[in-house]
Structures are given as C-alpha cells and as structure tokens.
C-alpha cells in the first residue's frame, strides 16, 4: 500500500480492488519517456519564469534523467498503488532528488499532463505510420513497374468485366494508400497542440509561459481554451478514424491476396516465408498474413468505435473514463504498424501467374463492351448495340467459342455492319490500351501514372 499524492485528505487507506482498478500502469509506461521529456520543459519554463529557482530546476531535472535511465534499464520498480506513469515518476523523483521534487507539480495537473503524453506519444507514431505507409507505396509502384504489361481480368460483382494491366490494379492501392497517407497528415495538425499549463481545467494564477513550454516540446502550438485541453481526445479519435479506414485498405488488399492465391484463381503464389502450413494436410500452403491482416481489421474498427464511445456522453471537462483512451489507441497504433511492416516486406515477392491471367483475361466475353462499341462507332445506337452483342455472346455459348473465334460470317450475322477490322479491336492488347481516357487502363497511362509516383517520392526526398 503507496502514499498517496492525494490522499491528504482521506482518512481511509484505498482498498486494493480499487489501487488493482483504477491503475493503468500497465498501459501508461509505455508513455514514460514523453512524461519525462513534458516534466524536463516544465522545470525549465518554472525555472525561467522564477516560480522554482533556477538550481531547483536543475536538480529536478537532473533526477528525472537519473529515472530515464533507470526506467531504460528495467531497474525501475512498477507498483499498482501508484496508479499511473505520472505517479511514479513523480514518487521515484522525491527518492531520487528529494524535497524539492514536491515543487514540480506546480501549476501542472496529471489532466493536463496526460494529455500531454498522449500527443506527443501519438505525433511520433504517426509520423512513424506515415514513413511506414511510404515506403509501402513505393514497393506497390515497384511491383507496377516490374509487372507493367501484364494483363488480367478487372472485376465489378467480382465477376469478370473487362480486361486491366495489373499495374493498373495495383496503382489503385497506391491512391487508396496514398489518402491514407494525407489523412495521417491532415491529423498531425491536431495532435501538434500543447495541452500543458492547463493546471486540471480552469487555467493558473502562476505567470507560466505556455509558448515557451511548447517551444521545448516542438509543438507547433498551445491550445486556447483550457477546459477543451483536458476534455479533448478528437485527435485519438481522428487518427482511429484514419487508421480504420487504412486498415480497410489493408483488409481489401489481403482478400484479393487471398483469392488470388487460391487454385480457383491462381493468378498469384504467396512467398514461402510468408505463408504458413497445415498440421494436418501436408499439401496446403495458407495464406495466413493476409486472412490476419484482414481479420485485425476489425480490431482496429473497434479501437475507432471504443473511443467514440467512450467519449460520447463525458461532460467537460476530465473524467476518469478518458483514461481507458490510451488501450485502443495504442492498439491501434501497434497493428498498423505490423500491417504495414509485413505487407510492405511480402508484397515485392509475389510470384504472379501471367499465363493463367492472361487466360482468364481472354476468356469469358471480356470483349463484348468492345463489340458494342465498335458497333456504336459504325452508327448503331448504342442500346441496339448492347442488344446486339447480348445476342452474340448468346450464339458464342451455343457453340462453345469466344466473340474473337466467331468468323466473319456469323459476326455479319449478329451485325451487317460488322467488318474484318474488329478482329484486331477484340485482343486483349488493343482493349487495354485504346482505354486511354483519364484515369483508365492503356499501357501509356500506367505508365505515366507510375513515373508520376515516382518523380513525387523523388521530390519528397529532396
Ligand atoms: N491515469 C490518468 C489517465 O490516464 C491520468 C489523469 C488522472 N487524473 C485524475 N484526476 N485522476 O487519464
């Protein structure tokens, strides 16, 4: 049973069901060293300001580098009784630096100095999340440049619809990715705000000067409304948001691996090292990484909804309920980042079937939007067009053939206006690259949208 920082006033010792409840140590250490980062600009803004002088300051901030090191080298002893990782820094400080220790906690409250640690523990991870997330859309631009002409069947309804490069399919992902990425950004302005100073809700009567404690910090701000610094968890809910809807990317990447892979596609082998086997069947090769990618999805759509509701009746401004915000963000923060680092170390070593996608590319009527419009080019309506076609593909059943290996005849048949040029228009090749609208699949696009990948990685880096 610890003293308590608070407990001058109560005449009871806390039950230990409740020291045992209300600890969050065993999530909050991780937050250590931004809670001693925080405290170092604290004493030196008191120091600065006169509130503590400046040799206080200094031996305070001597002793939390001594508990720095002791926490780094698992010298440093955890205890339910002290609650959370402010607590015990702030208790090993008085060991460590004595009296003078009972000084830091002016004009500071643990409100304001959890919120503290949670921005700044959140801004590195998404700085971290984002350097991640690039380096994975340079191997997704890699893989579409190394596989640029490889064709394959595009799906809506996940049945085949239209022939695609790969390397269109895959720059999909790269755009969806690099949303994420500008989400990630676009959170980074809120997580960058300075919430210390605060003094639990209402503000202080010392003369502190926030500026200078975000200066330290390199917060790009202070935040202006005291009560809203304490109450505020938007920022961990915007980066649940984004990191949601990122893995959602994820989820749909790994179930497309995960069809692919399988023998009624076989568009794709997974790398040995990143599949798993079976117990049982000596055969199977499972395409685990990809069904857990999927399947932590719903984890992390959970930490969004966990949060969401744990904020969604609080009145302002601290209540104790925040404290259950650091699980489900750093939950979510540790299953991106493996989603990232395994897909981003899987991906460059797919082995894709080009033979059976070009097959299933070429079979199966993929061709008959293209018979259509061919049709429309020569003055058909284009309903009497898709009638038309239907009618063929229809005729192309009967007689077990494609609409390319009917002859000339039984297409004269379908159309009077068709000629011997729309045999050329039905490959493959000539569907893919005569899309060559915006946006659409003709090799001479990918490949522009590749080098344009590229050239903004190059432009960043400089
Ligand atoms: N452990 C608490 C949390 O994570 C810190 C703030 C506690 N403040 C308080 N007044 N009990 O939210």
Known sequence: MSEKPWDGRFAEKTDCRVEKFTSSIDIDRRLYAYDIEGSIAHCRMLGSAGIITPEEAATLIQGLGTIKREIERGQFEFDDGLEDIHMHIEARLLQVAGKVAQKLHTARSRNDQVALDVRMYLKAQTHAVIKGLVGLEKVIVALARKHLGLVMPGYTHLQRAQPVLLSHHLMAYYEMFTRDVERFRECLKRIDVMPLGTAALAGTTYPIDREQTAELLGFAKVSTNSIDSVADRDFIIE????????????????????????????????????????????????????????????????????????????????????????????????????????????????????????????????????????????????????????????????????????????????????????????????????????????????????????????????
């Open 239 to 462: 980066f649940l948001g984004a990191a949601a809807i990122c893995m959602m990317h994820f989820s749909r990447l790994g179930e497309e691996l995960i069809l692919w892979s399988s023998s009624e596609f076989a568009f794709v082998d997974l790398p040995d090292a990143f599949a798993t086997g079976s117990s049982i069947m000596p055969q199977k090769k499972n395409p685990d990484v990809p069904e857990l990618v999927r399947g932590k999805t719903g984890r992390v759509v959970g930490d969004l909804v966990a949060m969401l509701t744990i904020m969604k009746s609080l009145p302002l401004a601290y209540d104790r309920d925040m404290q259950e915000d650091k699980q489900p963000m750093m939950d979510a923060v540790d299953t991106l980042q493996a989603c990232i680092e395994v897909v981003t170390g899987m991906l460059p070593c797919l082995k894709f079937n080009s033979d059976t996608m070009r097959a299933a590319a070429s079979k199966g009527f993929l061709n008959a939007t293209d018979l259509a419009d061919y049709l429309v080019m020569k003055g058909v309506p284009f309903r009497e067009a898709h009638g038309s076609v239907g009618q063929a593909v229809s005729y192309a059943l009967d007689h077990g053939k494609e609409l390319q290996e009917l002859t000339l005849e039984e297409l004269k048949k379908i159309s009077g206006v068709i000629d011997e040029d729309i045999f050329d228009l039905l490959t493959v090749e000539t569907m893919i690259d005569r899309r060559k609208s915006a946006g659409g699949t003709a090799t001479a696009n990918v490949k522009a949208a590749i080098d344009a990948a590229e050239e903004g990685f190059a432009r960043r880096e400089e």
